[in-house]
């Protein structure tokens, strides 16, 4: 499942001593580790130049990110879906890096970036979102990129600055949203696991429909705690089977067809086990 421009196999990196690589690798895991802490703050109730939230991810060592506008929240859910992401981190460092200015001059700047975010295969992304309009009004913006690029590139990672053009694709975007509505978490119904094994054993290729019509279990019935069983009524906004591929293509052990909308026809492929 390819569903951010972080899941693109890391560009070249400058060719690094070993002393070098062993210490960016001891500085993201430092970076990535419990102990360390956001460098900038957005308390609640304060006024701010956007509109901040917080995004629920078991992806941050704290549970939750502060997104500091909509467009930071809406690249979570691409982060927060993608099985290669491991660690997400907020604003998670103060960085001292050379600006170039449009005069020529170099001078020493400051950057706190969005997020940083930890691979599976060990690759590390810092990232920045900014609204493409709002790009185009600062002159400086490719400069100052450029500028971001080389530092970030000397600790061994790849700088990225995002913009809705690339988040906000769509259908991508709706289906990872729906995606991530049917993440698990413990308050699931009872039987869901059964249902993930029944999907797991199925044969692939196959839809969304075909796996649906074939699990021994495929409805949710429920009833108020203060009713007899007798009540119990289809809950037919939600389908566990549905719920259940989404759920194993967050977690890369199945593929779904991002490319379209959602429906009966969506193509599931079963992942191979070395690439889950």
């Given at each position: ?25 001891a ?13 900038k ?50 604003f ?9 200015k ?6 020493v ?12 295969d ?28 080389r ?10 600055l ?37 999907v ?16 021994p ?49 969506t ?10």
């Amino acid at each position: 499942m390819k569903n951010s421009e972080t899941t693109a196999a890391l560009p070249q990196l400058p060719d690094l001593d070993l002393e070098t690589k062993l210490a960016n690798e001891a500085y993201w895991k430092e970076i990535f580790g419990p102990n360390n802490s956001p460098q900038k703050e957005i308390k609640p109730g304060s006024r701010y130049v956007t509109i901040p939230g917080w995004f629920p991810t078991l992806k941050c060592i704290r549970g939750e990110v502060r997104t500091r506008e909509p467009l930071m929240a809406d690249l979570m859910l691409h982060l927060d879906t993608d099985p290669a992401i491991r660690v997400i981190a907020e604003f998670p460092i103060k960085e001292a890096y050379i600006a170039h200015k449009a005069d020529g001059r170099k001078v020493v700047s400051e950057h706190i970036p969005d997020l940083a975010v930890l691979r599976s295969d060990g690759a590390v992304f810092v990232i920045d979102v900014m609204p493409y309009h709002v790009q185009l009004s600062f002159p400086s913006t490719d400069r100052k990129r450029a500028d971001l690029e080389r530092h970030y590139a000397t600790k061994g990672a790849k700088y990225l600055l995002l913009d809705e053009t690339t988040i906000r694709l769509e259908p991508l975007l709706s289906n990872l949203r729906m995606m991530w509505r049917h993440k698990q978490n413990k308050h699931e119904p009872k039987g869901m696991e059964q249902i993930r094994k029944a999907v797991r054993e199925a044969s692939y290729p196959s839809t969304i429909e075909t796996l649906v019509r074939s699990m021994p279990e495929n409805a949710i019935f429920a009833r108020w705690g203060d009713e007899p069983a007798s009540a119990a009524r289809h809950v037919t906004e939600c389908n566990p089977v549905f719920t259940a591929v989404m759920q194993l293509a967050a977690r890369g052990e199945v593929d779904v067809d991002l490319g379209k909308k959602f429906s009966g026809n969506t193509t599931v492929t079963r992942k191979e086990t070395a690439n889950a």
